[in-house]
């Protein structure tokens, strides 16, 4: 099956700096990778996603790359706030397929002092 | 839109107990939902996942007979934790999916506390 690796586990940052989180799977098969948000004690959020036939995707501060060939995938996030502090989880599937069931990160922690 | 909800948000049952957990998906028909578990600081472990109509599928080491699932229509899905105990307490998510369609969007998850 798929496996997914992100790292770091925790990150912390200061108000207004830009945050990375990197993720790499291991099925070529996987062609959806979409990025969770999760709040202590709240279920996860999409917040941005990226299909494999596309190289970078924007959403206002936050952005994701993909690149297929190394199978690796990085959320950032620029000019970070406090509210951005949360757990963040990646993950990887075969969008579309009938299972379509998600693999993913182990998560990071993100911290954001004012 | 895309709003998936749980019911109930908490719950403290007594070992020995069952204890039914809702999850509807309130704008959209979901042909598949997904349950999972999740434990402080870690990630999610998918438990099942389950499309409507049909029986649910388990991953491997989630007893089937422990965690009824039940997918009767495309706006609810339930699982059903049966004789619980203890080390069953966790947060349990659910999630929902369109057929054929990648997105998958979650509830805001249910804290089972058994004493």
């Known amino acids: 099956g798929e496996n997914v690796e992100q790292h770091p586990s925790t990150l912390s940052v200061q108000e207004g700096d830009s945050a990375v989180i990197k993720c790499t799977y291991s099925d070529s098969a996987s062609n959806y990778f979409p990025w969770y948000k999760q709040e202590l004690g709240k279920g996860p959020q999409l917040i941005i996603d990226?299909?494999?036939?596309?190289g970078e995707k924007k959403d206002q501060r936050i952005a994701v790359t993909l690149n297929k060939t190394a199978k690796h995938f990085s959320l950032h996030i620029t000019e970070t706030q406090p509210e951005d502090s949360a757990v963040y989880f990646c993950a990887a599937s075969i969008g579309g397929s009938t299972l379509g069931r998600l693999y993913f990160g182990r998560g990071t922690q993100l911290t954001v002092w004012p | 839109g895309a709003v998936v909800s749980q019911h109930p948000s908490w719950v403290i049952c007594k070992s020995g107990t069952s204890v039914k957990i809702e999850c509807r998906s309130l704008?959209?028909?979901?042909?598949?939902m997904f349950w999972y578990r999740q434990f402080p600081k870690q990630s999610l472990m998918l438990m099942a996942t389950?499309?409507?109509?049909?029986?649910?599928?388990?991953e491997q080491g989630v007893e089937k007979d422990k965690f009824l699932i039940n997918h009767a229509s495309l706006t609810l899905s339930t699982l059903t934790v049966t004789s619980a105990h203890p080390e069953d307490s966790s947060f349990y998510i659910c999630?929902?999916?369109?057929?054929?369609?990648?997105?998958?969007?979650f509830g805001p998850g249910t804290r089972l506390t058994v004493t």
């Open positions: 990226i299909r494999s036939n596309v």
């Open positions: 389950s499309n409507e109509g049909s029986k649910a599928t388990y």
């Open positions: 999630s929902a999916r369109i057929a054929g369609v990648s997105e998958q969007y």
């Open positions: 704008d959209f028909q979901a042909t598949t």
